[in-house]
């Protein structure tokens, strides 16, 4: 199968490195960083290419851009993994399109076009008989979509809580287990590089929000948008919040949550058992399904990192392979 | 997609009573109990049938046995639901067998075939170019098998530590919450109908290392056997043993563990940090498998019960129905 991949910061460097590690029957034919690319139908050397990128920064030729790899390259998968941008969703969903209308199947980590655009793209992908597949979009390594298409197929999906952001479950945990205020939780969580300079996006609730709406058009397919979300961040909460919920057995977790038949869809900080499967430490990620056959089925991992991330992009091109190919 | 259903009990009665409840597009055309059976090519009023079984204990006709609805029903896919025999696997073994020869995929829920006969049973379904598959043996409705066959499809699987036993889960649990003796939590336990009347098979560990050996076999095609498989069990345990524990932070669970690596296959009681994501409460069951690319991934789920089980069964129905049928 021959992927073109488009992107090579710490998620693209995951799956171009995986793939020329493992023997998994995937070739890349054409590649693409914001300034420079490469095309090669016969298989594009990734070792290579990955070193250039160390030393230089760019990964091919300045006058190759990533328009032109997922309009010209033998491809048969897309694998999108650019920056998100939350707001317009753009250039990937761009890409996302043209590669969709060329018949090529689109394998990305993009949450942006996938909270934004999510029927459109789906109903591309039908039209025209290929895939569209975003694992890598919610909770990073954890194989979610997998887990809601297959393992639970036939379940109604009746609600969902979860801790879909690093970022503050590391913040929370720190100022629960070592007293910590917000502010140096925050700081220490910056020191670790699992937060960014301006943490707007990860402690006010909006990634996990983007991660809500994701799940719940996925599962329900209502046409949720990040504004339907009730939202409330964890950049106000205090030391003795903690402190009190501790006390009482408890701590406290940004929960993301939905559930359909009350019209809820909400995410903010919560008080909750400290031995609920949810309650996970660190940066770790975790999801409760709750359906009507399994009951409650809950998901534990890395959220994020590049080779994590990877292996949920690596699974999508796999079952397209395995699953998706043949059918048609 | 045409079923033909063998085993009445808990689990045939569940998944029954979904097919007839659900939308799923399942017919069922073929049933036995241990001692009727019913064939009709056109659909079986599974409503009626399972009231006869409520009142009479029969589900059809005494001139109908079981090997009859395997060898001449009109069906795509036989679901094998029979009460597991961990020494011969018998008649559920057969009776596979006699359904992948005529080209029938096979979903079961039965340990003992699967542990004792996993190659041949696997390999008679390749030639036969259909499917075997056992979700429902490990860990009830957690989808363990689709997880490792799809969402985790690239990786590596380095280790697995699971609670695959509710039962000891349970007792285990009671132990520490209330300082039961183990004596006092097992006759909880059989009050609660957690526990059989004879709980070897549970407390000594014999049915998480079944489960462990299925797992063993899936994941790294070992021939592991049970006899392979290190096992201590829990009815030696104290209560002195848990309170030394809980008062370190820690507690007491049924681990099985499995790491091809350290040729370490074990099942035994250990000391484990309460805030754990395999800690688990009552019968619930856990396990965490450790991988090159996603790292450590955690499933937690109910291990048992009627509809639960039938979540598995469905969903590998569903499987074959959506991915299998249409590769062939």
Redesign the interface.
Known sequence: MKVALIGLGSVGRGVAT?IAK?D?GLTITGIADSKTGLIDSNGIGITEVLAAKRTTGKCGDPGITAPDVIKKADYDALVEVTPTDALSGEPATGYMKTALNRKKHVVTSNKGPVALHYKELRALAEKKGVAFRY?ATVAG???IM??LE??????EILALYGVLNGTCNFILTRMADEGLTYEQALMEAREMGYAEADPTYDVQGIDAAIKLVILANTIWGNGMKLADVDRTGIDLLTADALRLAEEGGCTIRLIAEANPKKNLFRVSPRIIG??H?L???GTLNALTLE????????????GA?S??T???I??D???IR??HV??A
């Open positions: 995986m493992k998994l694992e390594a954890i194989p997998h887990t297959h393992g639970l197929a036939g379940n400290k031995t499967p309650v996970t430490e359906t009507d056959m399994a009951k409650e089925i809950t998901l534990i991992g890395r990192g080779v994590e990877a292996s949920a690596i699974g091109l796999l079952f395995d699953c043949q059918r």
